[in-house]
């Protein structure tokens, strides 16, 4: 399984962003699928995630209301979209890919086995 990231870009505080994921072999629309960011300094960290049938969403607290993940089975691509975008958003985003069929999506990097080559946002105040 291969996941290409892309979207990411340099924003001003406030703007948006599209990010996508695209799968490409092995399984995709059996699988949970979820975003990950790493900022400057920190450890990766969760952002969001998505069962497999698209049905249930899961955020961390600080982008609730402000990002939403979403999926097309038919295409094999994730989507992450970024509105009121925060200098503190700034990181390397990477999508991944969970292990187990029909997994529900959640915020254990453990339960993903494939992960994509990462995005750069930068959002600058």
Known sequence: VQLQASGGGSVQAGGSLRLSC???GGSFSSRGMGWFRQ???KEREFVAAIN???SS???VDSVKGRFTISRD???KTVFLQMISLKPE???VYYC???SSRFSGGNDDAQSYDYWG???LVTVSS
């Open 96 to 98: 991944g890919r969970q």
């Open 57 to 59: 969403t899961y955020y």
């Open 89 to 91: 958003d700034t990181a």
């Open 39 to 41: 900022r400057p300094g």
């Open 117 to 119: 080559q990462g995005t």
């Open 52 to 54: 497999w049938s698209g």
């Open 22 to 24: 695209a799968a490409s």
């Open 73 to 75: 089975n038919a295409k």
